[in-house]
């Protein structure tokens, strides 16, 4: 678990993170600007939890499950630090798309351009 650590550390750094992680579960706390992300990821499971806030309002919550056992548990702390950029350091928005089921997602503007963060 160390070599996971170190590469979260070294992805977030530019955020501040505080990282602790206790029972294979890592908890990261980060801050940017007026924004703030918290990510929680129980290594186990392969699924990263995401709680971002604008100012002091958290503006949205997600999960992401990776379901393929192939793929190097080490991918995942570059995927999150990707997402990280894509929330800091760029402007964002909530969009709700869909019918009577509502579906609502976090995208970030980059050359003029609105995608998804994740």
């Known amino acids: 678990m160390g070599e996971l650590n170190e590469m979260l550390l070294t992805v977030c750094e530019k955020y501040s993170p505080a990282i ?40 949205f919550s997600d999960s992401v499950e990776f379901y393929s056992k192939d793929e190097p548990i080490t991918n995942m702390p570059i995927y999150i630090g990707n997402v990280l950029t894509n929330f800091f350091e760029h402007q964002t928005r909530l969009q709700q798309s869909g019918g009577w089921l509502k579906i609502e ?6 050359d003029g351009r609105w995608q998804t963060v994740f």
């Open 20 to 59: 602790c992680c206790e029972k294979e579960v890592y908890k990261i706390l980060m801050t940017y600007k007026n924004k703030r992300a918290e990510v929680i990821w129980p290594s186990k499971l392969r699924e990263v939890f995401f709680d971002f806030w604008d100012s002091e309002e958290r503006i």
């Open 105 to 110: 997602e976090l995208l970030f503007e980059k």
